[in-house]
């Protein structure tokens, strides 16, 4: 007799519908499951039979062959475990197959019959074809978030088996609201001493513009990257769907019965591997760190320490805002919308407090700069450099004798800052772009028209070989990003200018040789 | 001394090249005997390797096993002809002179250590000038290299001959400095002594430098040409320097350093050593100013050295430096003042001037094209 029963299965981060199909013949008794299934799929016989047999039905005593259908996909994961148990029961007759019509199971079985949770229910739930699905228990709030789709769940495969038989009711998950806000972030207004770097996170959270910054061991560049994510809007729906459908794939936990309202924020080691940063890995096609900082920020800290291959990597989903990964088995699309802002010392021994003053040798130096290429180098439009602050005026600032305020006025809370990042942003989108880090080059002109001053500004940097064309281009994005935070929308105004180069140090320079022109040599008398 | 032609300079230039020879021993060599006769001397295993010393590969052949070992000399010499060898090298311009020749420089005759030969690009001539030889780290702050180069500058257009290392940082800024002066008209030319081969450029990012040293005056090592600059052969070079200079000024030093070698071994030949001042806190200043503290003079501008050198008819060069009598915005005052005399990020400029950083770094623009602030890696430093 056969029976079908509908589910889905995970291939990156998209879900894809699965049709389970069971046919028990005469014959010797045998189990084969076909449908590319891997190991731990072929595996879920053993978890199968186990099942049913504690959950007190019998296994039939005659031929079972599985086929999942489309047969052509590479099927991975336990997920399948639940609705190959109902076919299989289905099909031996002990339930009957109107009790499954328009419901769908994702779920893997303990060999006493437990349901678990898997990876990627939400991806897997928008695949579905039908319009109820039964997960485990932990899963249920995260399939609940799919639209259109009638979630529930129940503890056990006896329970599954008798709330279809109506013998009993099924466990819906807990409404939530997915609007309540998580835990506050970090406030801004913590970072003292660093005005220009404040300003950096600002301009970087309202026009998108990656971020690099260079500066000693302890000057606050991680405090800065956590502080950012809070500058940035709060998800939309569909953005937090995205979100979650990536993390759930990557088998990361979600926020508590919510979907993701804060962009998430990724900091991964110098040490991993470069499948680990941008996905893949096997046939599971796994989506990396770069993804999983899809929408929000990916703060890559100890820049240089990172493998050059790893590095290099970055580059073009950087440009495409996504990444392609493609292996022997499978191919898969992940989505790579990060904000990326990176932190490293200025050099090996980190205590560069300017010219002259660090221990390190010059070629020392100048390899550890090299390390970051200059290709990924121009994909950083805000560049840095932070100072430690004084140890004196901290200490001052803690005795009480003066105020932390007083050390550096100014200093506005993360409210404050967003909800200008919030305007300026607004003011960006209308201009047909997600942020002014994505304008093209052939709309510069006519999006960020520069006034006659700050032409002239550029032009003696041009002159002077200081800037790239490609430079220029992004130093008027910036620009742009500095006029929409103040709320000018007219033609760039030197100060623009000005402030935009004011964020684009020459962070990673090497010392000039005295070969060629001597930058002071024409200037001094 | 025998007279030997231009084929005595091949010898020489061979003797020079075998391993283990050492300045001493070449010159005691060529002070008793002629430099064929020294070179058949080796050919017949008269003259033999000194035992327990090494050095080198020796005349560019493979099988040199390290000290004590591989071939001797009469190995080596047997399979080499010094004309032949040498015919190349001295085509590209090098040539060479030893301890007692009159080409030799004079004020290494009676130097304690001299070099036994002294290899050579340009012209030597340059040395006739009262030499000073102006000195300093490679890890140099934009004052110290600003400094130095004015120093170059205005010591070679007053007619002293510069001597320097050619090293990046501060060596190098005082080579630009002179070399710039000589092609604005100054007579007097830089001389560089270097530790590599004077065909040997390094580092290689000074290589256009090495080159303008050369044509206008002269660049030279006691290394054997072809040699690259091993670590050892710096303090042997810095020697050099102590002992052709009449002077030697420390611009930036870090607590220990090969400048401060070069200061030593001026002391040691009785040279006079000035440091220029730098600020307390700036490591790179602070081998100088412990040469200030332990009794140095002082120097703050090429006025200072000539003083020093009882130089008194030249053209003087004048006072750089001061911001006082330069035009500046009211905003390019703020930010000038409020930086001091350490490199400072545009962050520091905006803590400490008040400014917004758009003001901060029109300010710093407007500096930096004035001359008062040098640009490097992201610091700003203020240079006068």
New interface residues.
Partial sequence: MLAKVSSATLIGVEGQAISVEVHVSKGLPGFSIVGLPDAACRESRDRVRAAILSSGMSWPQRRVTVNLAPSGIRKGGSGLDLPVAIALLIADGQLSAAVVDNVGFIAELGLDGTLRGVPGVLARAHALNAAQLVVSPDCAAEAATAPGLRAVSAASLSRVVACLQGRSSWDEPKSSDATVLMAAPPDLADVR?????R?AVEVAAAGGHHLLM?GPPGAGKTMLAERLVGLLPVLTTSEALEVARVHSAAGLALPSQVLPVRPPFRAPHHSSSLVSIVGGGGSAMRPGELSCAHRGVLFLDELGEFSGAVLDTLRQPLEERQVRVSRARASTVFPADVLLVAAMN?CPCGAD??????????AARQRYRARVSGPLLDRFDL?????RPEVADLVRAIEGEGSLEAL?PGVESTATVAARVARARAVASQRGFATNAAIPPGSLDLLAPLSQGALR?LEVRLRQGLLSARGLQRVRRVART?ADLEGWEGKLR???V??A???R????????????V???????? | MTGCGEEGHAYVAALSALPGMGPANLASILRRRAPRAAWLAVQTGRLERPSGRAEGPGLGLEGDGGPHRGPGWRALAAKVDPPEWWRPIAARGIKVTWHGRPDFPEALQSDPSPPGSLFWRGRLEALRNPCVAVVGTRNATNCGIATAYELGRDLATAGVCVLSGLALGIDGAVHRGAVDAVKAGASAAPVAVVASGVDVVYPKRNERLWEEVAECGAVLSETVPGRPAQAWRFPSRNRIIAGLAGLVVVVESHARGGSLITAEAALARGVEVRAVPGAVRSAASEGTNQLLYEGAGPVRHATDVLDSLGIFDTARPQRPHGSGQLLLSSLGRTVLESMGWYPVTPNQVVLTGGVSPAEALQALDELEEKGVVVESAGFYTRVR
């Avoid at chain 1, 407090?353 to 010059?362: E, I, M, R, T």
């Avoid at chain 1, 560049?383 to 100072?387: E, G, K, T």
């Avoid at chain 1, 001597?518 to 008398?525: G, I, K, V």
């Fill in positions: 001493g660093q005005p220009l770097a300003i260079v200025p407090l300017g010219p002259g003053s660090c221990q390190c040798s010059a560049r840095i450099r932070l100072d550096d500004v500095i030197p100060a623009d000005y402030g180069l004011a964020l140090s020459n962070v990673l320079a090497v010392e000039k040789a005295f070969d060629g001597q930058p002071s040599a024409a200037s001094l008398r």
